[in-house]
């Protein structure tokens, strides 16, 4: 079975998060209901046709009856007339016996009589009661053969009966002529009439089989309509029902196995189909969720998290944009410890930035954690027209974002953390995405929690090893924060816009930040007479002197080994760091020689922040530069010492530089 695992990456989710209504006309309720109907109209059908023709077939009996009667009837009244005539011959001159004329007189009159009778009713279509013998009048409908028939029957008996009487005698049977003459005439002429009865007699036998006939092919035609019918529903069945369900027990068993995020093929669009999409939806669902989760236990920071949360649940939300937000200890003020973005909207213009602190009146994102349900924003416009006060969602809406969703994950006696997921679309996020939300926060709350416990273990590491290379440094004061403020402040603005934007993403300044502090690593390992020497260094002590970086860099490099058997890497950017901040654009640094681009990117900037930060501060051999002459030896070494855009974005940086510097110099 061929494996159709969707890549959900890049949905909106909207379209993934509810299940196509079905139409009517695919509901397989309505189509076995249908056919079930059809199947049970044609089996009632028939029934009630042949329950009809059933009872047909008595009138039919009947008309068979009365049209024999014909018959009897002609042949009762010749052998009668014949017996008649027999009868006579024994008595000389032909005269016949006191009882005899009158017995056939009254026997031929009431024949006549009921042929009459039976000839009438066939012509009216009606056979009364003292015909049939049953309690109420049979109607009957002849088809074209027995009604011609019929009335070549009629006109005969009516040509019969006009001559019978003239022989017999205008007024009566009992007067005119003699009744030998009259038994004579129907002896005469008694073939003809049993011949016009008879073929009445067989033209209704005819009309009747056909009937028959008639019956037999409806209930052919029904029988072999509704087999296929039944062969329809069962291969409807089939299709639409075992077989989609045997797709989708095989998805039920590899998903059992572990195939998590298989995708069952969709081969109907009715309830059966919608099952199966329901069940591949939980399949994504399941296989995002253990994929976040694996690809978060592989994670080391923060960033990482984030950056896993929002390339994962893109599958399941409209999301442009995931932060978290730290509830700070006193409770009334918030931090945005970290964003991610598609490249889109990061390299626009927004107020975001990570770090930033905000205004948290009535301590409303406190009161959010103690909730622990996702709090949906439908509009933000009006949100921060009712709300002007909650400063992180004016940011929001200022960065272009119309709806937002915050996710409560934990919270602590010191504060807490939560999710917030922005997009552009306003009223985006619907109930079942904040249900989703809800569903899954316990398992992203323990593992968001591990990797911040885990980040926080490695901050402090490397600000230990930061603090112990200080320690043995003759610089006083707040170097190793300045310098970092100053070094991504620079990046900061190179990642605005230029040659370098796309190195410069928010890790990789995060990077920057967090392993400026450990550029002089090395030093440790430097004899304490020559790292303390208050005067000038001799060639020989400039070479051991120079030697920091590269013992700085084997350092790092052992604790990068480590990490990387564990599956996970951490101290690359310390490591281009601490190995290559000494190295001079035009390849006269140390240890080296490296010039240029060979340089990488985080070393030339923290390169002009360390200096920059040593030129301004006071040190015991010198006392503190202005930043204007700074600045200028900095500009004066562009291209030589420095790379010229670096310093280019130290320039237009300036003013935030000053602010770091009035806060935390040290002249």
């Not at 068979?64 to 009868?87: D, E, F, K, P």
Request: hydrophobic share 40%; glycine share 6%; net charge negative.
């Amino acid at each position: 079975m061929t494996d159709t695992r969707a890549d959900t990456t890049g949905m909106t989710g909207v379209a993934e998060d509810q299940l196509q209504p079905i139409r009517w006309i695919n509901s397989l309720r309505i189509q076995i209901g249908l056919a079930l109907a059809l199947l049970a109209a044609a089996f009632t059908s028939t029934v009630v046709f042949t329950l009809y023709e059933v009872g047909l077939r008595k009138h039919d009996y009947a008309i068979l009856n009365l049209a024999g009667q014909l018959r009897v009837t002609s042949q009762s009244m010749a052998g009668q007339a014949l017996h008649y005539l027999q009868a006579t011959s024994r008595f000389e001159g032909g005269v016949a016996d006191t009882d005899g004329p009158s017995t056939f007189a009254r026997d031929l009159d009431h024949q006549v009589q009921l042929f009459d009778k039976i000839i009438k009713a066939f012509e009216e279509r009606s056979l009364p009661p003292e015909l049939t013998g049953r309690a109420e009048v049979l109607d009957c409908k002849w088809d074209e053969e027995s009604v011609a028939q019929l009335k070549i029957t009629a006109r005969f008996w009516q040509t019969y009966r006009q001559k019978l009487l003239l022989v017999w005698g205008a007024s009566s049977p009992k007067a005119g002529k003699t009744l030998r003459q009259t038994a004579q005439h129907v002896l005469d002429h008694d073939e003809a009439l049993q011949g016009a009865a008879t073929d009445l007699t067989h033209a209704f036998q005819h009309m009747m089989e056909s009937k028959l006939r008639l019956l037999k092919r409806v209930n052919q035609a029904a029988l072999l309509f509704m087999v296929m019918l039944l062969v329809f529903i069962l291969a409807l069945l089939h299709r639409k029902v075992l077989h989609p369900l045997k797709l989708t027990l095989a998805g039920f068993n590899r998903v059992w196995r572990g195939d998590l995020g298989y995708q069952v093929p969709v081969t109907t669009d009715n309830e059966i189909g919608q099952m199966t999409q329901g069940f591949n939806h939980l399949s994504r669902r399941l296989d995002a969720l253990f994929r976040l989760t694996d690809r978060i236990n592989h994670g080391t920071s923060l960033s990482d998290t984030l950056c896993f949360i929002f390339e994962e649940f893109r599958g399941f939300l409209p999301l442009d944009w995931v932060g978290v937000l730290s509830v700070l200890p006193d409770k009334r003020s918030i931090s945005l410890e970290r964003m991610h973005t598609d490249r889109v909207i990061q390299s626009q213009e927004t107020p975001l930035r990570e770090g930033e602190m905000f205004a948290d009146p009535g301590a409303r994102f406190d009161a959010l954690l103690c909730t622990a349900r996702p709090l949906p924003i439908p509009r933000l416009d009006e949100y921060v027209r009712q709300h002007p006060e909650i400063e992180f969602a004016v940011q929001l809406q200022q960065a272009g974002f119309g709806a937002a969703v915050y996710l409560p994950l934990f919270s602590t006696p010191d504060g807490g953390m939560m999710l917030v997921f922005a997009t552009r679309q306003p009223c985006a996020y619907t109930e079942e995405h904040q249900e989703w939300l809800a569903n899954i926060a316990g398992q992203v709350a323990h593992s968001v929690e591990r990797t911040v416990v885990m980040e926080d273990l490695v901050i402090s590491a490397v600000s230990g090893l930061a603090k112990l290379a200080e320690s043995r440094d003759p610089e006083t004061g707040d170097h190793l924060v300045r310098m970092s403020l100053y070094s991504v402040i620079i990046a900061e603005q190179l990642a605005s816009g230029g040659e370098y934007a796309a190195q410069l993403d928010s890790n990789a300044i995060r990077d920057i930040f967090r392993f400026a502090p450990m550029h002089d690593i090395g030093k440790v390992g430097i004899k304490d007479e020559i790292l303390l020497k208050p005067g000038r260094l001799t060639p020989e002590e400039r070479t051991e002197m120079e030697k920091h970086p590269a013992i700085g860099g084997q350092v790092l490099r052992r604790s990068e080994a480590q990490m990387n058997a564990h599956g996970h890497s951490i101290f690359t950017a310390g490591i281009e760091i601490a190995e290559c901040h000494h190295e001079k654009f035009d390849g006269s640094g140390y240890p080296d020689g490296l010039a240029g681009q060979d340089i990488p990117l985080s070393a030339r900037i923290v390169a002009v922040a360390d200096v920059f930060d040593a030129l301004t501060s006071k040190r015991p051999y010198k006392e503190a530069w202005p930043v204007e002459k700074a600045m200028a030896v900095l500009r004066a070494d562009a291209g030589g010492h420095f790379d010229p855009l670096v310093i280019s974005a130290a320039e237009q940086s300036l003013p935030r530089l000053l602010d770091v510097y009035e806060r935390l110099k040290h002249v």
